[in-house]
Structure formats: structure tokens, C-alpha cells
């Protein structure tokens, strides 16, 4: 039951606010600055305080919270705002999954009261707040997930100070991690042990225990095969798929290639259509007709799979994984190091190793880890 609201008007109450129309459900906080709050059920069964609004919600913002539940002035608030304006969605659709992911990393984050930060007044983060949140990520051992929180929130506080939505940007002025450079090389026997696990948990019934995304074997093989990133292997369409052999799509300035088939590759391209047809008959969904519109690996819903969906998977993979001891931590590796195993991995000298990767002189150096045999010195 809802607590009934005090007769004493609180002291530091905003002078625009009467208190007497305040809508059931929402409460002023006199603490600091004051804010707004409602109950909500805690982890422990207890009632908590979730932050809906700030000192400058008018009455009608504090009714439109107690009708629809929303969050005025909050940095969940803000998010909002900035994801559903026009700006953010003119951004290309893999800068928008990537301020997505920081938005959810953002949100998600605790403060030292046990809430989230979401709740917190936006008008009332400083600067000093958003560096003590950037060292804790850094300090889990994840900076790359650090740096790509600061940039978030730099450019979201910067979008909503422009608009008038907040008084300051405490996103300006801090101080980034220091990002990890990775480039890990998958030896053959933990790759081949990866792969043999996800085949296995693939061919289990989905959603079962031990099962695993049934596309993850396929994006591997043509991966380090082709020598693909990630999402290289994610946008293929049947169309790629030539007499001669593999027609690459690469990003970044990479340049294209046809890889030569053979029986391996030949054999996950084969299974890759098995699985895409499997799929589009499941859920009878209509095919299109050009083959350049055909993707290749799909969800199991019979939509295309996104990055995103993708980087789910393959870290509940990874994970199981190593919970099962099938690799150790430190042979853990990600879809993008298949692109250096497979430059690694290729026969030939290196300008022929450089046509197989389709990369510049200096990405050489990234993705051909392999040691030269040389002549001694007369």
C-alpha cells in the first residue's frame, strides 16, 4: 500500500510545485538538492526508492510519471531522448548498435547505494562521478568496455546540454583508460577444441542445457578458412558463393578476393545453405528471389543475424567453454583473432599472404604472426 503523503509541505520544496496536487505514488526526497521518487519492489522484497525526476519537473511531468511509469530527468531519461531523436537514428546501423550496447553498459552500472545508474538525476552526475565509474570498469579488467562507456557519455551529456535537457556536460574532460591492444593468435588445438564444442552443443536440441547457437560452427570455419572479420562472415549471401570459389566482402579498406575451394571450405559453405534452407522452412518465411539477397547465416527466428546477436552467442560459447575446461582462460579467443589465425595459417610467401588477407603492408604485421625461415649470414 502506497504511504499517505505527509501534511507538512517539506522546507526546500520547488516554490512551482503544490504540493497538495503531487500525484499518488511519488514522493519528495528533501535530501541535497531534493528530487523526485516512487516505490518499487527490491531485490530483498523490501520497498525501494527509484529517482523519477528532478527539483525542475513541473506537476503535470510528475502525473505524466505516476500514468506511464516514465522517468523525468533521470540519465535513463536522457538516453531516451537522444536515442529516439533524429540524430541518432541518421547514425549508420553499426554506430547505433555500438551506442546501444554502451547505453545498456551505462544504465546497468550500480551506485554506491544499490540502485542504477539510470535512476540517477542526470542534472546532478558530476564529472569526478562519471571518472570513479570509468576506473571501476577499467579496473574489471575490461578497458576497451570502459573507453566505449566515456565516449558514450561524453556525447550524450554534450547532445542533451545543447538541447537544454541538462545544465553541464560531466562527460568533458575525462580521463580514458588505457585500452589494451589484443592480438591474440588461437593455437590449433584450442581452435579445433572450440570448434569440436560448438558442433556438439549445435546439434543439441536449442535451448536445452549444453545447447549452443547452431550457426557458431559455421561462422568459425568460414571465418578462419576465408579469413573474415566477424561481421564479414555475418553479411555473406548466397551470391559469393562462384564456381571459382569464395567471393570475400571486406571491410575497412580491405581488398576483396575469391578463396579457391576445397573440400574443407566446400563442405562449411554446403552446411551454411543446409542450415539457412533449415531455417527458412522451420519458419516459413518467404525467400527472396535474388541470390545477392540471401544472407547466409540467419537467427533462428529466420531473421539475418546481427552483430550483436552474434557477440551474444559467441560469448555464451566461450564461456561454457572454459566452464567446462574444454579451453582455459587463456586460450580464450575472439571471431575477429580467426582472421589472424587464418593470415597466419596461410601457405606461401608474404605477398602471397597479403593477397589472402586482402590488407595493407603495415596490417601485415597485425595479421601474419608467423615466423619467417631465412637464410644464416655467409
Not at 591492444?181 to 556438439?200: K, M, N, T
Not at 539457412?276 to 541470390?291: W, Y
Not at 579451453?327 to 605477398?351: C, M, N, V, W, Y
Amino acid at each position: 500500500m502506497p504511504r499517505g503523503r505527509p501534511r507538512k509541505v517539506p522546507p526546500n520544496l520547488p516554490p512551482h510545485i503544490d504540493y497538495a496536487r503531487v500525484p499518488k505514488g511519488v514522493y519528495w526526497d528533501a535530501s541535497g538538492n531534493g528530487r523526485w521518487y516512487t516505490l518499487a519492489p527490491g531485490e530483498s522484497g523490501r520497498a525501494s526508492r527509484r529517482t523519477v525526476a528532478g527539483r525542475d519537473a513541473r506537476l503535470s511531468d510528475l502525473h505524466a510519471i505516476a500514468e506511464r511509469g516514465e522517468a523525468t530527468g533521470t540519465v535513463e531519461w536522457l538516453t531516451k531522448l537522444y536515442h529516439d531523436s533524429a540524430k541518432f537514428k541518421a547514425l549508420a546501423k553499426i554506430t547505433r548498435a555500438d551506442y546501444e550496447y554502451s547505453r545498456d553498459v551505462l544504465l546497468s552500472q550500480r551506485t554506491t547505494d544499490g540502485g542504477k545508474v539510470g535512476g540517477l538525476v542526470a542534472n546532478r552526475i558530476r564529472t569526478h562521478h562519471l571518472q570513479k565509474l570509468v576506473d571501476r570498469i577499467a579496473a574489471e579488467g575490461t578497458p576497451t568496455k570502459a573507453a566505449k562507456v566515456l565516449r558514450y557519455a561524453r556525447l550524450l551529456f554534450s547532445w542533451g546540454l545543447r538541447r537544454g535537457h541538462v545544465l553541464q556536460n560531466p562527460g568533458k574532460g575525462l580521463e580514458a583508460p588505457q585500452e589494451r591492444r589484443r592480438q591474440r593468435l588461437p593455437d590449433q588445438q584450442a581452435y579445433l577444441a572450440l570448434l569440436s564444442f560448438a558442433i556438439d552443443g549445435a546439434a543439441r536440441v536449442s535451448r536445452t542445457e549444453g545447447s549452443q547457437a547452431p550457426y557458431l560452427p559455421l561462422v568459425m570455419e568460414l571465418g578462419y578458412l576465408c579469413r573474415l572479420r566477424g561481421i564479414e562472415t555475418l553479411t555473406l549471401v548466397e551470391s559469393q558463393g562462384t564456381p571459382e570459389g569464395l567471393r570475400t566482402n571486406r571491410r575497412k579498406g580491405s581488398r576483396d578476393n575469391v578463396v579457391e575451394w576445397t573440400p574443407r571450405l566446400r563442405a562449411a559453405w554446403n552446411s551454411a545453405l543446409a542450415y539457412r534452407k533449415a531455417v527458412i522452412e522451420r519458419t516459413t518465411r518467404i525467400e527472396p528471389i535474388r541470390s545477392e539477397d540471401r544472407r547466409l547465416i540467419l537467427a533462428e527466428s529466420g531473421e539475418p543475424l546481427t552483430k550483436s546477436g552474434l557477440d551474444s552467442a559467441w560469448q555464451r560459447l566461450v564461456h561454457a567453454a572454459i566452464r567446462e575446461g574444454v579451453i582455459t582462460p587463456e586460450q580464450r579467443f575472439s571471431l575477429h583473432d580467426l582472421k589472424r589465425k587464418g593470415g597466419t595459417d596461410t601457405k606461401g610467401t608474404k605477398a602471397e599472404k597479403q593477397d589472402a588477407l586482402g590488407v595493407t603492408e603495415q596490417m601485415m604485421k597485425t595479421y601474419d604472426k608467423s615466423i619467417a625461415l631465412v637464410k644464416p649470414s655467409a
